[in-house]
């Protein structure tokens, strides 16, 4: 499985010049944690909520909301965004993504093709990907864990059990 076919297709982007208010927003409206940072169509960052929260005044702040908000008006993604980003491929197997994820200490990849974003790739899509591999999204099934000896042929053991109780 393959990146390209997980992936969220036509991310929602901010520029360089939105202000973090405006992230902010666009953030609570869509239920995310995460948005491109985009200049034309090539990857410029990414800002996330944690991002936002690092750069803003303490809740313990003096500051009345419409100050507040003021300030996060006249800030800029510029200012906040992350800059090195990891980013991953259409092509990039779904293991991969998964562990460069893993690695970087990273929830998303923007997905790339040549020089422009064409996805997003989450940690969430990623656990879709574990839960409909373990047919938790489809019909109610069953699961049997066995814990068997290290020794050859014991799982064709279990796989004659198994068919000579079906016949």
């Given amino acids: 499985m393959f990146v ?21 927003n666009l953030l609570k409206e869509h239920d995310i944690d995460q ?11 990414i800002i996330t909520d944690r991002d ?7 809740p313990a702040s003096t500051l009345s909301v419409h ?14 965004m992350t800059r090195k980003v990891f980013t991953t491929t259409p ?24 020089d422009e974003l064409v996805g997003l ?7 879709n990907v574990l839960l409909d591999f373990m047919g938790v999204h489809s019909t109610p ?3 049997v864990q066995l814990r068997l000896p ?6 064709a053991k279990i796989e004659s059990l198994v068919k000579s109780e079906l016949r």
């Fill in 121 to 127: 790739i989450t940690t969430c899509d990623l656990l």
């Fill in 4 to 24: 390209g076919e997980r992936m969220s297709r036509n991310p929602i982007t901010v520029t360089t010049d939105t202000s973090i208010l405006k992230v902010k």
């Fill in 67 to 80: 100050e507040l908000n003021y300030l996060l008006s006249e800030m800029k993604t510029e200012k906040v």
């Fill in 91 to 114: 092509g990039t197997t779904i293991e991969e993504a998964a562990r460069l994820i893993n690695k970087k200490h990273v929830n998303s990849l923007p997905v790339v093709a040549g």
């Fill in 35 to 45: 948005l491109p940072v985009v200049e034309g169509r090539k990857v410029a960052g």
């Fill in 52 to 58: 936002i929260r690092d750069n803003s005044p303490s």
């Fill in 150 to 155: 290290g020794n050859t042929g014991e799982i």
């Fill in 141 to 143: 099934s069953s699961r």
